[in-house]
């Protein structure tokens, strides 16, 4: 027989349901839509069989299983059906076979909601004033903005102590104690910057690769832009040497930081390695031996080396088709010096629970199913070798030199929630212009991200309240 556990905490409180509905160079401006709702102090068994307790606000009934096994009885959740936001309709991409090995196994369907890459936190935030909330969301490249429309895990009963999750990410995601978005060990969503090469333009530059350098101990940002500054030998007048896929690749990627996380808390990231990162990568750009023609000028052949992300390893990136992907090579992002680990950066990517999600528990089995990398078929990479990286690459995302990049500029929301437009902001006119420049305008950087910190803070503190 099943075991429910419920105390009533408090009666017929009224609530405001914060989120925030934030557009490029848009404030932030918070609705709120009152009602009555019982809080509810839960006691959660988990997988395992420990339990705790948590006090959530929800309308809804929210029944809390255990079974003699100690485990959730998904049974329960037969005929139910998870709500996914997606980006991509997982019928066109390596999530498909999943899902509906999932429907299957669980007898819970998973219906798609699809959703703009660009402006996912700004349309999930209006799924969820309407009414239509969906219950698996995705995290990429918007957070913090994406704490708006997220709720705590632990409305999953999930036990994220099991070893399949990434602690990484959950300690990022972690505010007042609660974690509100995962991803798994080796998952096969999960994304960090590194560096794809043509094999026959570097051969035909006479330059080394990344893994002679690395060999020789000199895997380096100096060997990066020497690479970038052979290629552009080939013929100055065509060649463009090397691609940057973000100035923040190049910041964060070299050690350096704009925002940063510690302790739960955004703070200001400028420090001398930022400046440093910053003059050198201007100086290659004023030898002219780098632009933001990345894995295009790559298949253009003006373009021998580049940042990108990881994605890019992917049959479901966007290479064109016929490509020869044979000739491409990856490897990790360069050391700052020889003494340094290999530069470690990418967008922050996680998955999570909607606020309003009508079946959260059902949705925390989809979630970590879905996120379960043992249920993939590998076959979706570009080449065997790139299978082969990614997955070393990915235990990059484990280590202490993790240095994930914040504010990145792929998601509308961001500048605005920060107070800052990225666009016109001193260390994008600076990275387009002269490195004498650098030492000058940085004051007004670290001003900018001292008001960014302030701002993110003051945000995240308004959601989870």
Known sequence: MLNKTKRIFAI?????????????????????????EYVVEEEIVYEDGTTGTTVG??????????????????SKYKGTTVKFAATIDPKNDEGGPVVDAFEKEYGIDVETVLVENSDYANQISGLIAAGKAPDFVRVSAN????????????????????????????????????????????????????????????????????????????????????ICRKVKNINPTSMKGGGFITRESAIYGMGG????????????????????????????????????????????????????????????????????????????????DAGSDYGNTGMVRGWGISKGASNPVAAGAFMKYYLDV????????????????????????????????????????????????????GYYQAMSGDPAQIGSIMGSVKGAMDKAAKNLNSFVSKQIS
Not at 57 to 74: H, L, P
Not at 272 to 289: D, H, L, N, P, Y
């Open 12 to 36: 017929l409180l009224a609530v405001a349901m914060l989120f925030s509905i934030v557009g490029c160079n848009k404030k932030v401006e918070e609705q709120s839509s009152g009602g009555v």
């Open 57 to 74: 606000g929800s309308s809804q009934t929210v029944t809390q299983e255990s079974s003699s096994s100690g485990g959730i009885d998904y």
């Open 143 to 226: 957070f913090p903005s994406c704490i708006s429309y997220l709720q705590p895990l632990e409305c999953t009963k999930l036990n994220f102590n099991d070893t399949i999750w990434n602690q990484a990410v959950l300690n990022i995601s972690t505010f007042n104690g609660k974690p509100y978005f995962a991803d798994t060990v080796n998952s096969i969503w999960a994304e960090c910057d590194v560096v794809v090469y043509s094999k026959s333009i570097l051969k035909k530059a006479g330059a080394n690769t990344p893994e002679d350098y690395d060999k020789a101990g000199k895997w380096t940002w100096d060997a990066f832009f020497e």
């Open 257 to 336: 930081g704009l925002i940063q996380l510690k302790n739960g808390k955004f703070v200001n990231g400028v420090n001398s390695r930022t400046q440093e990162a910053m003059v050198k990568f201007t100086t290659a750009w004023k030898e002219g031996i780098i632009d933001w023609a990345t894995t295009d000028g790559i298949e253009a052949g003006t373009v021998g080396i580049t940042t990108c992300h990881i994605w890019k390893l992917k049959n479901t990136s966007d290479w064109k088709s016929g490509f020869n992907t044979s000739d491409l090579g990856f490897y990790y992002l360069p050391r700052w």
């Open 374 to 425: 043992g249920n993939y078929n590998l076959n979706c990479f570009i080449t065997p070798a790139a299978q082969e990286f990614f997955f070393k690459a990915n235990g990059n995302l484990n280590k202490s030199s993790w240095n994930p990049s914040i504010l990145y500029p792929y998601d509308e929301t961001q500048p605005a929630i920060a107070g800052i437009d990225a666009k016109t902001n």
